[in-house]
């Protein structure tokens, strides 16, 4: 079938009720079909809107109503199960022209041997059929006897103490106001990450190459950086380049940091809709590699104006990035007043500021809790503060 064909059927049957197609719609890559994509983005905000997606509530949101009498009719010789697969095989062919483009890049640019180019291709092809579709009970129990629900330690211990650390497989979300340290709280997990020789891949989106070094060499305080499995990437804008990138490593990191999600690339008609896409996309790069991914998120920008603890809500453009994140965790910076106005005063004569990590969501340990942390002006490090909070 046809791709444009395949993605005009899946949305009419979606306009007739397939609650199936649906799903398949909104997990869906961008279609490459100008009309299934117009269509496309009228299901989702038909959807979003909690109307029910039908041929009339759709085609009101386009300016072509005969848009919808056309999927429909794409849609009558087609079943479900068979639309799905082959939009499926749509998004497939095109992650394997990212990275069939990647690759070109990175070796045209170091002029690097054939061999070594053809090695990278297979990598990533093996990338393309890591991922095992279905487990029986059985083996569900048994990767759980094995130990394979495993965590890596952020290294930052009062957090660790209440979410395990970064599960593989999960999202980890760090939101944060602007200037608020969720870069720093990123970098030196990614650090601590390293040291413990797990390899770490980091998406530095916000700033030059430099200014990520001048704040881990403060991380460092003197330690030396050689070995340390950790690389900086820039060229990684979109969820299919950090895929393709990850699959031509061959064994995926440890570790994959994104600074910061609203900075990654994607389609859609507002920036809802772009996040939406990222947050979710990141989501299945975890699961599909077996890796753990951490994630800064940017607050809205009334945050905190008032000294409200930020909530969840307060995550920027998108409610989807608490539903796709394992973990959430707010930082939040108390002010010189009220009931917190003792601790953040003696924090600062020593070079300190308070920071409350509120750990909102936390899929796999049922608590929620806020963690008091110090974070140190000279070593740009959270520490814990439990000596200043019980020492007076």
Not at 352 to 362: C, I, S, Y
Request: charged share 25%.
């Amino acid at each position: 079938m046809e791709r444009i064909d395949a993605e005009l059927a899946l949305c009419g049957l979606v306009l007739q009720g397939n609650a199936g197609a649906l799903l398949a719609v909104r997990q869906s890559l961008p279609f490459i079909g100008a009309e299934a994509e117009t269509l496309r983005r009228a299901i989702i905000a038909t959807d979003d809107a909690g109307i029910p997606v039908d041929l009339v509530s759709v085609g009101e949101r386009l300016t072509d109503a005969d848009l919808t009498v056309a999927a429909v009719q794409a849609s009558n010789n087609i079943r479900a199960g068979e639309a799905v697969q082959a939009v499926r095989r749509n998004e497939d062919h095109r992650r394997l022209e990212e990275l069939l483009s990647v690759t070109h890049e990175r070796n045209v640019k170091r002029d690097s041997e054939p061999g070594r180019i053809v090695e990278q291709l297979l990598n990533g092809l093996r990338g393309f059929s890591r991922k095992k579709g279905a487990f029986s009970l059985a083996e569900c129990i048994q990767l759980d006897a094995q130990g394979k629900q495993v965590f890596l330690p952020t290294g930052v211990e009062p957090l660790d103490h209440v979410t395990g650390g970064v599960g593989v497989g999960d999202m980890v979300v760090i939101g944060g106001a602007t200037a608020s340290g969720k870069s720093l709280l990123c970098q030196q997990i990614a650090l601590n990450v390293a040291q413990k020789g797990k390899r770490v891949m980091y998406l530095g989106l916000e700033m030059m190459p430099a200014n990520y070094g001048a704040r881990w060499r403060k991380q460092l305080a003197g330690a030396s950086p050689d070995a340390l499995p950790l690389t900086l990437i820039r060229d990684c804008g979109t969820v299919n380049a950090l895929r393709a990138r990850i699959a031509m490593e061959g064994d995926p990191p440890a570790l994959v940091v994104i600074d910061y999600l609203g900075l990654m690339r994607a389609d859609g008609i507002n920036a809802y809709e772009r996040t939406t896409r990222v947050s979710f996309e990141l989501a299945e790069v975890a699961r599909e590699f077996e890796t753990g991914i951490l994630s800064a998120a940017q607050l809205n920008r009334d945050t905190g104006r008032e000294d409200r603890p930020p909530e969840l809500y307060n995550l920027r453009d998108s409610g989807s990035i608490e539903q796709d994140a394992s973990a959430v965790v707010l930082i939040h910076s108390p002010q010189k007043k009220g009931k917190d106005a003792d601790i953040v005063q003696r924090a600062e004569k020593r070079g300190k500021t308070v920071k409350v990590l509120r750990v909102r969501k936390n899929r796999h340990f049922p608590v929620l809790r806020d963690v008091v942390c110090l974070l140190d002006g000279q070593s740009l490090r959270f520490e814990d503060a439990s000596w200043l909070l019980f020492n007076t």
